[in-house]
């Protein structure tokens, strides 16, 4: 038996695979709601929300024995994609709240309390949290709170929405719920009718190997809920870590313009959920299913990570409208790779930072302009070859005023007192430029190429020796000249010692 | 607007870097269009720039992109400094448009520092600086110096909004190299 932790919460959503739906669709919740599977007339209901099944509505009912009971009745068919992302959603509602939280199954939560009595004042109000974080999800939860998992299993689907069990009455408790109020594997009710048990109480005071003989393994469990004994670890659950929403559709879209109303929605909830978790989206992947079966992929690296919907369904659209899918769109499914959101600038004597929101227009618009190979953040890599860099992201999350800026050791004024305003800058020629170099003794004395220079180099000094990737076939080698030429321009001169050839490579400028 | 004119290797682009880094090093962010993709970062990082706060717009030769690049970052507000690097085959900028670039930079607070070989924003700009080497030094014993020691730029007022014309305004830099 393990028995590390002292408080429990379950986080239970009813109906879950109908709760799932109706969070796309959120004007779902106003209508009685059937989930329903298979192809006609082999139609069956598979869930029912409250309205639903206030009706009568109930798994298992073929589609026209649900009309007939609910003639008002809304049927979907079901999305797994729909439940998969409710599913992730609800576990990270749940992890904004506990670090340490365990998927229990579809719609079922177990979150570890240990250590938050001292950010919350007491159960209650971590049980009133969970719910607004599921809430805030589009999932409605109820919420039990006691010593063990199984009990707040059952505190979950009795009582209040947030049933607490104080430390110690669990049993009690316990003991006092009818077993009809609880769901079964289908031979058990019949049994423990027919043994006379009508709480759970009476089946806790049951022998456990006695009901385990004679009731097999879903015995034993039906004993350690009643008895709110966990045997199973705890296993503790991380977040993935792609971010992914989806919404599966039963109508066919054919047009962008009819496709960016979906992704708004679908994009919404997943911002929604970044929001919660602090995070940015650095890149977002859409996968639409097509109704011929196969699906379109489509990746949208962003020019500054976003969190806000808007923006980045324009991006979308863009990208889909330049690659349309080949056939109607039949689902929606959103993947984000995300990184975390930082700290926004606030200090009132720092200088002025872009908003996020239009240095991620901008950015967008540069990258439409000069391609997105064009736009970023120049990064030197640490190499001993000459003019090694690549071009980094202009990250928006970046955008926080340095504590430590003006704080640079080597300073403006300290360069002014050595009588230098800093080091000569130089501008790269990209590619370089071949040229035509005569030498003597060793040091060059005159440069021409095809495109008419012939200057005479007037002063020189070198040649500076550089070499790297000897080991691998990237091999380069270059003695580097500086050059003062007859045309008043310093210049940078490399000799390829491999392959005997001169380049002009930059300019002191 | 300021426009920092003048020939090849007279110091110009050192300035830029100079502009660059007093900004990067005060926290603030500044982008520069590059139109001849010129720009060393290997150069500018040694001299001081926090890289991580230049947004880099490459042209690649495409002058009339980058102007366009230019005139939205300018209407950006938040960038203290917009750097336009026309290279040595400046665009011709039509003064209206020239007129509204300076426009879009006052309504959001950027500094606009266009350098090239010529003028190119004429009138617009408030300020117009010419960069003339005035002098090269080299280390090193007898006719073969071992090493480029260093560079001395002059800067010459050309051009000073509400100043009268000739302005005789001249400042010195020293580079090391």
Not at chain 1, 149 to 161: D, I, K, N, Q, T
Not at chain 1, 396 to 414: I, K, Q, T, Y
Not at chain 2, 104 to 126: N, Y
Request: charged content about 20%.
């Amino acid at each position: 038996m393990v028995d590390r932790v002292s408080r429990l919460a379950c986080v239970r959503v009813e109906a879950f695979v109908a709760a799932a739906l109706e969070r796309c669709e959120p004007g779902l919740r106003e209508h009685p709601l059937a989930v329903v599977t298979g192809a006609p007339p082999a139609t069956r209901v598979v869930e029912a929300n409250t309205r639903a099944r206030a009706e009568g509505v109930r798994a298992g009912l073929t589609d026209a024995e649900a009309v007939v009971r609910c003639p008002t009745l809304v049927r979907r068919p079901a999305s797994a994609e729909a439940e998969a992302a409710a599913r992730h959603a609800l576990l990270e509602a749940c992890l904004s709240v506990s670090p340490r939280i365990e998927d229990a199954g579809p719609g079922l939560v177990h979150v570890d309390l240990d250590g938050l009595g001292q950010l919350f004042r007491d159960d209650a109000e971590i049980g009133r949290r969970l719910r607004r974080q599921a809430k805030a999800v589009g999932l409605e939860a109820r919420v039990g709170i006691a010593g063990s998992r199984a009990a707040a299993g059952v505190a979950a689907r009795v009582g209040p929405p947030v049933h607490t069990l104080a430390p110690g009455t669990e049993g009690a408790a316990l003991a006092a719920v009818p077993l009809a109020t609880l769901e079964w594997p289908a031979a058990l009710p019949a049994t423990f009718v027919r043994w006379g048990l009508a709480t759970l109480g009476d089946l806790a005071a049951l022998p456990r190997h006695g009901v385990g003989a004679r009731l097999g393994r879903a015995g034993l469990v039906a004993h350690d809920l009643a008895t709110g004994v966990d045997r199973t670890p705890f296993r503790t659950w991380t977040p993935p870590p792609f971010w992914e929403e989806a919404q599966g559709l039963d109508w066919e879209i054919l047009t962008v313009p009819a496709l960016v109303p979906v992704l708004e929605r679908v994009l919404g909830r997943l911002c929604t959920r970044l929001v919660a978790a602090h995070l940015l989206i650095d890149v977002l992947q859409v996968r639409l299913a097509l109704v011929s079966g196969g699906h379109h992929a489509r990746s949208v690296a962003l020019a500054a990570p976003l969190g806000e919907a808007a923006p980045i369904v324009a991006l979308l659209a863009l990208e889909i409208e330049a690659h349309p899918p080949p056939a109607a769109v039949t689902g929606v499914a959103l993947s984000a790779r995300v990184i975390p959101r930082r700290a926004a600038p606030g200090g009132l004597w720092h200088p002025p930072v872009p908003a996020p929101r239009d240095l991620a227009t901008v950015l967008t618009r540069l990258t439409l302009l000069v391609g997105s190979a064009n736009v970023g953040t120049p990064v030197v890599v640490d190499s001993h070859r000459p003019d090694d860099y690549t071009l980094g992201p202009f990250d928006g999350a970046d955008l926080v005023p340095d504590a430590a800026a003006g704080a640079d050791g080597d300073s403006a004024g300290e360069r002014a007192a050595r009588g230098s305003a800093g080091p000569i800058a130089l501008r790269r020629l990209r590619p370089p430029r071949p040229v035509e170099v005569e030498t003597r003794d060793g040091r060059p004395t005159r440069v021409r190429d095809t495109s008419g220079l012939d200057v005479v180099v007037e002063t020189c000094a070198g040649p500076w020796r550089l070499s790297g990737h000897w080991w691998d076939t990237h091999a380069w080698a270059h003695d580097e000249w500086d050059v003062a030429l007859s045309d008043h321009t310093i210049w940078r001169l490399s000799h390829d010692r491999l392959t005997d050839t001169w380049f002009l490579t930059a300019l002191y400028d | 607007m300021t426009e920092l004119v003048g020939p090849l290797s007279s110091g110009r682009t050192s300035v830029l870097t100079l502009c660059l880094r007093a900004v990067t090093r005060r926290g603030a962010f500044a982008a520069l269009v590059d139109v001849d993709h010129a720009f060393d970062p290997g150069s500018a990082a040694a001299a001081g720039v926090e890289l991580s706060r230049v947004l880099w717009v490459r042209g690649e030769g495409r002058r009339h992109d980058a102007l366009k690049a230019v005139d939205l970052l300018a209407r950006c507000p938040g960038f203290a400094l917009v750097a336009l690097d026309v290279g040595e085959s400046p665009p011709r900028v039509p003064l209206d448009a020239a007129f509204r670039l300076r426009q879009a930079a006052r309504r959001s607070g950027v500094a606009l520092l266009v350098i090239g070989a010529r003028r190119v924003v004429g009138g617009a700009a408030a300020l117009s600086v010419q960069t003339r080497r005035d002098r090269l030094a080299w280390v090193g014993p007898g006719p073969m110096p071992r090493r480029l020691a260093g560079m001395r730029t002059g800067l010459h007022v050309v051009r000073k909004q509400g100043a009268p014309w000739p302005v005789a305004e001249t400042e010195c830099l020293w580079w090391t190299a």
